[in-house]
C-alpha cells in the first residue's frame, strides 16, 4: 500500500539552527514522484519540490536541501540557518500513478516547525 | 488573476444554513479537487473532478455536494452542516498527464466555521 510517514509531529528550534524534516514512504511502483509543500499560518500549500524516483540527486535550493535515499525509502528535507518565516507545517507526498484513474497525492501527516527569535 | 483563488476566505454559517465555496484556477488544469483539513488531523481528500467528471469521492456524508461545471470552476455546496464540519477546506487543480505526476497547486483555503 502506498504510504507516507512523517514521525516528527512537531518540531521547535531557535533561530539560526539548521533542522531536518523526515519523510519515509512506501510504494508499490517503480515510477513515482515525491514532493515537499509548506503551509503556512495563512494556510495555503505552497510546492517547495518534485523528485523523479529515477533521479537520487541530492538537490539545494538556497537554505533548503533534500536528500532522497531509495535504499531507504526517504525523502529528508533539511532547513539550514533557520529562520522565523520557516515556521510552517510541512508535508511531503507521494504520487500514486496507478489507482483511480487520476494523479493521486497520498500525504503525509505533516511536521509543524516552530522557529523561534 | 493567477494561480488557483478560492471564496470566500472565511464563512461562518449555521447549522441550517446553506452555503457554496467556489474555486476557480487559471492554470490550464484539467483536474481539480476539494480536501478537507480539520485541526489535528491529516489532510482529507473528498473529491476529485478528472476532465469535469467526478473520479473519485472518499465516502463524504451527502449534506457536502460537489459542482464542475467547467475545468476551470469547482464549487461545494454546504447543506445542514454539523459544528465538526468546521474546518479549511482546500481546493487544489492539476494537470493529468499519463505517467507524470506535476504535482498540485491549491488554493489558500476557506475556512469555514459552523455554529
Known amino acids: 500500500a502506498q504510504k507516507v510517514t512523517q514521525a516528527q509531529t512537531e518540531i521547535s528550534v531557535v533561530e539560526k539552527e539548521d533542522v531536518t524534516l523526515d519523510c519515509v514512504y512506501e510504494?508499490?511502483?517503480?515510477?513515482?514522484?515525491l514532493f515537499w509543500y509548506k503551509q503556512p499560518p495563512s494556510g495555503e500549500l505552497v510546492f517547495l519540490i518534485r523528485?523523479?524516483?529515477?533521479?537520487?540527486q541530492n538537490e539545494i535550493s538556497g537554505r533548503y536541501s533534500w536528500n532522497f535515499q531509495k535504499s531507504t525509502s526517504s525523502f529528508n528535507f533539511t532547513i539550514t540557518a533557520s529562520q522565523v518565516v520557516d515556521s510552517a507545517v510541512y508535508f511531503c507526498a507521494l504520487s500514486d500513478m496507478f489507482s483511480g484513474g487520476y494523479n493521486k497525492l497520498i500525504f503525509g501527516a505533516g511536521t509543524r516547525l516552530a522557529v523561534h527569535p | 488573476e493567477t494561480g488557483v483563488t478560492q471564496t470566500p476566505r472565511h464563512l461562518v454559517m449555521g447549522m441550517t444554513n446553506k452555503k457554496s465555496l467556489k474555486c476557480e484556477q487559471h492554470l490550464g488544469h484539467n483536474a481539480m479537487y476539494w480536501y478537507k483539513q480539520s485541526a489535528k488531523k491529516p489532510l482529507e481528500l473528498m473529491f476529485v473532478?478528472?476532465?469535469?467528471?467526478?473520479?473519485e469521492n472518499n465516502s463524504v456524508p451527502s449534506r457536502f455536494s460537489p459542482e464542475c461545471p467547467n475545468s476551470s470552476h469547482l464549487f461545494l455546496h454546504l447543506h445542514t452542516l454539523q459544528p465538526e464540519d468546521s474546518a479549511l477546506y482546500l481546493c487544489?487543480?492539476?494537470?493529468?498527464?499519463?505517467?507524470?505526476?506535476?504535482?498540485?497547486?491549491f488554493g489558500s483555503g476557506t475556512r469555514l466555521t459552523v455554529v
Open positions: 523528485r523523479n524516483s529515477f533521479d537520487e
Open positions: 510504494t508499490r511502483d517503480t515510477t513515482y514522484y
Open positions: 487544489a487543480s492539476s494537470q493529468e498527464r499519463t505517467g507524470v505526476n506535476y504535482g498540485y497547486t
Open positions: 473532478y478528472s476532465l469535469e467528471e467526478r473520479v
